[in-house]
């Protein structure tokens, strides 16, 4: 992290910013206030902006929707308790932009040992969990999980409920999913869990009872783990269709059946929805994907291809159950988050702003394990020539990624 700090202020410094609006934040007539522009301006970019803006005012605009709201409640606290005592020394945003700051820092470095948590005791391998927790920090989008943004902070709870997962204590993950949806919206995926391992994984063999309940038991945790993302959006509800702007001209999608804000904001405003974006003038973007998209293709593919009947019977049968010096990668207990993996590939590709997948990704334990997977000496990789692209990858475009994004350029 303090590497990424450093690259970003100095070629801050040396790059003049594609876009000056940050003055608008974080003002700049003394000394002071320049030096501290210099310092930590440089995670304040792109959407960033929104998270600062809803720390000081709340949700003002309905596109600011888009954004969750939990970084911006850790911001405050922060600002309020941790930085108190500097307040006297801190000007207008500075304590909310510092707030911000420490609380992406501190979810890196959580999010990094909760991989490095689940890592092992999944696979019980403590090279393989350190290989896997190393290439995390070196994270093709390091400097998003650095920066004001919800990455860092999703990728924390979203680990750590996957913890409570793999210890089927699935009360407690569905709890740190729920907060993870507060804070980006595809944390609603991870219930997912929940349905394969009570409901596709269930013992045939076991009493009618037991087969009744177990769907039953899987609904409860699905609410539990989407109750975060629905709060938001009844709070959206309340705000826009019968609250403080009920005034104004009735919002489109309250009168939907199901009046899901998210939705609207993002098709209306964002231009998000199926194809949208495959136009000739987001080319260069995809171009700038285009690694993350091959390298998932890549590593799911590897995986499916080990055992193709394994995937077709959505993990419950295996024709190599008797390999049992199976890398960790192409274990039978990483189907799920394969197919989360496969899934949100998908979607990204599909329907969302495709120059975000990378940062999007960061939340993915699969795309780790795979990283990891080519530096693992007890692993048959896919050869010395693959092992040195994924070095590229992840350096490269991580060094890339830092210096466009401290100078406001895009992709973001």
Request: charged fraction near 10%; charge should be positive.
């Amino acid at each position: 992290m303090d590497l990424i700090w450093a690259i970003a202020v100095a070629s801050h410094a040396l790059i003049q910013d594609y876009d000056s609006s940050l003055e608008l934040i974080l003002p700049i007539d003394t000394a002071a206030q320049k030096l501290f522009k210099k310092i930590f301006g440089v995670f304040l970019r792109w959407d960033s902006f929104y998270f600062v803006h809803q720390s000081e005012h709340g949700y003002v605009f309905e596109q600011a929707h888009a954004f969750f709201p939990l970084p911006p409640i850790l911001m405050n606290l922060v600002a309020d308790t941790v930085l108190a005592p500097f307040s006297s020394i801190l000007e207008g945003n500075q304590s909310l932009v510092l707030a911000g700051v420490l609380v992406a820092h501190v979810s890196f470095v959580a999010a990094a040992v909760q991989l490095y948590r689940l890592t092992y005791k999944l696979f019980g391998l403590e090279k393989f969990a350190f290989l896997s927790a190393m290439v995390y920090v070196l994270t093709p989008s390091g400097i998003f999980m650095s920066a004001i943004n919800a990455e860092s902070l999703f990728a924390a709870l979203t680990f750590t409920g996957m913890i409570f997962a793999a210890e089927r204590r699935y009360l407690l993950a569905a709890i740190a999913w729920s907060l993870s949806s507060t804070a980006r919206s595809n944390g609603i995926l991870y219930a997912g869990f929940f349905i394969y391992d009570l409901v596709i994984q269930m013992d045939s063999q076991k009493p009618l009872m037991h087969k009744l309940f177990m769907p039953v038991k899987t609904g409860s945790l699905c609410l539990i783990s989407w109750s975060g993302f629905f709060a938001v959006q009844a709070y959206g509800y309340a705000l826009y269709c019968s609250g403080q702007f009920s005034g104004l001209d009735a919002r489109p999608w309250c009168s939907k059946p199901i009046p899901l804000m998210y939705s609207f904001v993002q098709e209306f405003y964002w231009n998000v929805g199926f194809l949208r974006y495959y136009e000739i003038k987001q080319i260069p973007n995809f171009a700038m994907a285009a690694p993350m998209i091959l390298f998932s293709a890549s590593g799911i593919y590897y995986y499916v291809k080990y055992d193709l009947h394994r995937a077709l019977t959505l993990g419950r049968q295996s024709s190599r159950s008797q390999d049992r010096n199976v890398a960790p990668f192409l274990s039978q207990k990483i189907f799920p988050y394969i197919a989360l993996w496969a899934a949100l590939l998908m979607i990204n590709t599909l329907t969302m702003h495709i120059q975000i997948i990378t940062r999007a990704f960061s939340c993915l334990p699969p795309v780790y394990w795979f990283a990891a997977h080519q530096f693992d000496g007890r692993a048959s990789t896919l050869g010395s020539g693959w092992t040195r692209a994924v070095v590229i990858f992840f350096v490269m475009y991580g060094l890339i990624g830092v210096i466009l994004y401290a100078n406001f350029f895009p992709p973001a």
